[in-house]
């Protein structure tokens, strides 16, 4: 079993940057496939960026590649994404994920953390 912690959300103008950190316990971390996914108000939960368990293999939702990176740092049990350029569209709960894939899809993903709010200004 596996719990996961977000953090490193907050209110930015647009333009700007913010890092989420993504805390693993209770669990192997390294041998899970990390998501993150996000869910703006009244909209449904979608991918944003992936990355496997080596941290070799990453991917990323089109409107975001170029502008976001994840990464992670399995001795410390740790993901993160590094949000560069941010716009308002991009303002949502932000959620990170551990399964054992590289999965672009919620159901490929069984632990959850509780989100943190991200909110871009214009």
């Known amino acids: 079993q596996v719990q996961l912690v977000e953090s490193g959300g907050g209110l930015v103008q647009a333009g700007t940057f913010l890092r989420l950190s993504c805390a693993a316990s209770?669990?192997?971390?390294?041998?899970?496939?990390v998501g993150w996914f996000r869910q703006a108000p009244g909209k449904e939960r979608e991918f944003v960026a992936a990355?496997?368990?080596?941290?070799?293999?990453?991917y990323y939702a089109d409107s975001v590649k170029g502008r976001f990176t994840i990464s992670r740092v399995n001795a410390k049990n740790t993901a993160y994404l590094q949000m560069n350029s941010l716009k308002p569209e991009d303002t949502a709960v932000y959620y990170c994920a551990a399964g054992a894939f590289l999965g672009v899809k919620t159901t490929e993903y069984n632990y959850w953390g509780q989100g943190t709010q991200v909110t871009v200004s214009s």
């Open positions: 209770g669990g192997t971390f390294s041998r899970y496939g």
């Open positions: 990355i496997s368990w080596t941290g070799d293999s990453t």
